[in-house]
């Protein structure tokens, strides 16, 4: 048979392996438990590697518009980093993401206790939530999911109820990775899940992110005190550094003297989004590469962090992470929800299903790095 006739087949061999899903072995943890490390290719380049430690986004291998690959999440080259305290590097955040104030808050009447583990405020689900937790992992008939189970006990954390949750992986149209979230539980509670990738599109460990542009259509914010716990103010981004709704580097308003960015030391802050459904989140365009980045979600809210608290992490390949080295796009419900009732609800009940969708969706500029 001539090569000609074999080219269709040989191409559709092709594309169909770069749609896969494989597994490896990486490791154990303390315990002896075996975990893997799953990587997921697209058919345009795109290469997302995962863990089932704390459903962590350990590399995202993104082509700019010459084809040149680049790892754009920071993070670590192999497991033992990841079991040791560290910034939260790419992984599920839960069960509830972001600041919840003293760890208190009330429901149907019944007070309840978090545990407190950022001074006297709660954060990310506590000493032991969702990061640190070997996730069962199965991939779907077809090949294109990575579904990754756990189930968190009544009072795990101080939480109330059971709660189950399915978090799927999947690249879509060979440019985006979109993360499906669903619980259930069998008591009322409360849930914000989310992931804490930090990304820099030049490529992790190239240095400071603060010439990236960003565009984010938000014109309120969560106002919050010096402990960054929302004031329950909802707060207009016109006329200060916070306002994003028209591209702007990152780096142009980050060390003014404002109040809310003083606050965070650069920024840490909620950004209220307009509508419903999945709808973009941010827009973020590296001008070096040309890679652009857009996050869309279905939740009410996203967190835009500047790493403000990295100093001197030794991540993938020896590179040294320093503040503002990478940047959060964590989508989300408000911080400190439960406490404050006119912010979206973020309670969940039995009988009831959980659900938020966040798609990142690569592309470069177009002539971007062509002749």
């Not at 001539?2 to 896969?20: E, H």
């Not at 992992?137 to 756990?150: P, T, Y």
């Not at 408000?334 to 039995?350: A, K, M, Q």
């Amino acid at each position: 048979m001539k090569l000609n006739a074999l080219l269709p087949a040989l191409v559709l061999l092709m594309s169909t392996a770069q749609a896969s899903i494989t597994s490896q072995p990486w490791g154990q943890t303390a315990d002896g438990q075996d975990v893997e490390l799953f990587t997921l290719r697209g058919d345009r380049g795109l290469e997302a590697r995962i863990t089932n430690w704390g459903g962590i986004v350990v590399s995202l291998k993104v082509p700019d518009a010459t084809g040149r690959l680049a790892d754009v999440v920071l993070g670590f080259d192999d497991l033992k980093p990841y079991l040791t305290k560290h910034p939260f590097f790419g992984c599920i955040t839960g069960r509830y993401a972001n600041r919840i104030a003293k760890g208190r808050f009330t429901l149907d009447g019944v007070s309840h206790q978090l545990t407190a583990n950022s001074g006297e405020n709660h954060i990310h689900g506590g000493l032991v939530g969702f990061d640190k937790k070997l996730w069962q992992a199965s991939i779907s008939e077809d090949g294109k999911v990575l579904q990754l189970r756990a189930q968190s006990a009544d009072g795990e954390e101080g939480f109330p109820g059971k709660l189950d949750t399915t978090v799927s992986y999947r690249i879509e149209d060979g440019d985006s990775l979109r993360i499906d979230y669903e619980s259930s539980t069998d008591k009322p509670t409360i849930i914000n899940l989310t992931n804490h990738s930090y990304f820099n599109l030049a490529g992790e460990g190239s240095g400071d992110i603060l010439s990236h542009q960003l565009e984010l259509p938000a014109s309120q914010y969560t106002a919050t005190d010096d402990n960054l716990i929302p004031s329950g103010e909802l707060a207009s981004v016109e006329g200060t550094p916070l306002d994003f709704r028209k591209p702007m580097a990152i780096g142009a308003r980050i060390n003014e003297a404002f109040k809310a960015l003083q606050q965070g030391r650069g920024y840490d802050h909620n950004f209220v989004l307009p509508g419903n459904g999945l709808r973009l989140a941010a827009r973020v365009t590296e001008p070096q590469s040309g890679r652009v980045l857009e996050v869309l979600t279905t939740d009410p809210a996203v967190q835009f962090y500047t790493g403000n608290h990295l100093k001197s992490v030794v991540g993938k390949s020896g590179h040294v992470y320093q503040s503002r080295h990478g940047f959060c796009l964590e989508t989300q419900k408000y911080p400190d929800s439960p406490n404050h009732p006119h912010f979206p609800s973020c309670v969940l009940r039995p009988g009831e299903t959980y659900r938020h969708s966040c798609v990142w969706k690569f592309s470069h500029l177009t002539g971007h790095g062509k002749p």
